[in-house]
Structures are given as structure tokens and as C-alpha cells.
């Protein structure tokens, strides 16, 4: 009976975290580039002894990144930029580490530089001139503009994509940033529109891949479930009580 205790205890902490989880996904359904979370059960078994079964003792809740695609929605802002298909922004942190995004909402810096909305600057990236004008990134990652009065157009860098082998096992630091871990690999880094990277779309952003329905239907399994393992919980410890008092 001690056991039916820790069982429902450790469902009642499983299933508070996934609605803690649905929250925070339905809290950034309208956050560019946001990538929704995923909690997946483990079972818990207690240790073997000689001659006896492996028994269950309740669940343990693990959270993953999904990074499936979001819709594409036009801004008409020249410097934002989505990916249509796989791939991450490389950003430089500010103890000059790298982190990855999926949110291409770019701003210049007084240098010039691609900054994130956070302020944090593109690896690999360039320098736009202050007399740059009518800039236009294309789909493969060439950044032209007109310089000055010239009438032809001058490439002044290229925007490169990273990726990794196992990309839901990066690491989510919080404001859409994500850190690579030894799950994850290493990064490899490309051109946009080649070796399965996305093509770049220049005046859009990429929303959240958060689905309302699902996380409804998810939040009242959620809801159901809690409410059962409570019931267990509560069922158990009369139990004890009865025997208590047997005893007496």
C-alpha cells in the first residue's frame, strides 16, 4: 500500500508537469519562431530482487523540443526571415558561445551587423554598409543591396543555416534559443536550399507550431488523469487508516 502511494504521488508530479508544459506552449502560440514542448512517460521499476518480479513504481516525465514547421506569415520587413524546412540561425551568446534559433526577426546594430530581437549578433555573419540600400536576401543566403548611387547591385555577405543530427535533443535556454548538447552532435553548416536545409523566405516569420485543439485535448487527458491518481492517492491512504486502526 506504500507503494500505491509513491505510484500516484509520482503521477500527480508527471501530470502536473504537462500541464505546466501545455501552459507555457499555449502561453506562445503567437511567438515567432517558438517551437512547442512534448512530455514523454517513463516508467519507473524498482530494483530486482532475486526470485521476484520487477515491479512498476509510477512514471517519471521527460520534455522534448518538437521543431516541426510553423506557418510562414509575410511582415513585409525586409530584415525578417524565415526558413522553409530544416535548419537553425547560429547566434553568438554573450559569453561568446553559440546558441541556435528558429526566430528571424533581425535588426541592424550600430555597426551594422544582423542582431536577434535579443541583441545577440549572426555567426559567420557581415557588416551592412551605412549606404546600403534596398537590401534583398534570397532564398540561397546571398545578401545584395545597392551601395551608395550605384545602380547595379553588390553581394555583401551570405547567410548560412546549421544543423544537427538529432535536433530534438537540443538543449532550450528560454527567448527561442536553443544550445547544442553531445545528444544533439555537432553542428554542420550549409548554404539554405541545399544538403536538406530550407530555403530562406525574406518578409516573413515563422510562428509557433502550436496546434489550440491539441493542446485542449492534451490538457483534459492531462486534467482526467490528475484527477485519478489523486483519487488513488486518496484511496490508499484510507486504506492505511483502516489498518491503523485494526491494529489499535
Known amino acids: 500500500m506504500i507503494d500505491a502511494l509513491h505510484i500516484a504521488s509520482s503521477g500527480l508530479r508527471s ?11 499555449v502561453a506562445n502560440l503567437q511567438t515567432p519562431g517558438f517551437k512547442r514542448t512534448r512530455v514523454n512517460f517513463l516508467e519507473l521499476a524498482a530494483p530486482s530482487v532475486a526470485g521476484t518480479a520487477q515491479t ?24 525578417d526571415v524565415a526558413i522553409d524546412g530544416a535548419g537553425f540561425f547560429e547566434l553568438e551568446a554573450a559569453d561568446g558561445s553559440a546558441v541556435y534559433s528558429r526566430d528571424g526577426q533581425f535588426r541592424l546594430d550600430s555597426e551594422g551587423h544582423l542582431v536577434s530581437t535579443n541583441g545577440l549578433r549572426l555567426m559567420r555573419g557581415f ?10 536576401i534570397a532564398a540561397n543566403g546571398e545578401v545584395t543591396a545597392r551601395l551608395g548611387s550605384d ?6 555577405g551570405t547567410l548560412e543555416l546549421a544543423s544537427f543530427t538529432a535536433a530534438d535533443a537540443l ?11 553531445d545528444a544533439a552532435g555537432v553542428a554542420s553548416y550549409g548554404l539554405p536550399g541545399e544538403a536538406g536545409l530550407g530555403a530562406l523566405q525574406q518578409g516573413h516569420v515563422e510562428m509557433a507550431n502550436v496546434e489550440m485543439v491539441d493542446e485542449m485535448t492534451t490538457l483534459v487527458l ?12 486518496q484511496a490508499s491512504d484510507q486504506i492505511l487508516e483502516t489498518i491503523n486502526n485494526l491494529r489499535r
Open 15 to 25: 501530470e502536473q508537469k504537462l500541464i505546466d508544459v501545455i501552459s507555457h506552449n
Open 222 to 233: 492531462a486534467q482526467r488523469a490528475y484527477q485519478l491518481n489523486a483519487r488513488v492517492l
Open 171 to 181: 538543449e532550450s535556454i528560454g527567448h527561442n534559443q536553443y544550445r547544442a548538447t
Open 127 to 136: 557588416a551592412v554598409p551605412q549606404d546600403a540600400t534596398d537590401l534583398r
Open 151 to 156: 545602380t547595379e547591385r553588390t553581394v555583401i
Open 56 to 79: 512498476g513504481q509510477g512514471t517519471r516525465a521527460e520534455t522534448s523540443t518538437i521543431f516541426s514547421m510553423g506557418e510562414l506569415r509575410g511582415t513585409q520587413n525586409p530584415l
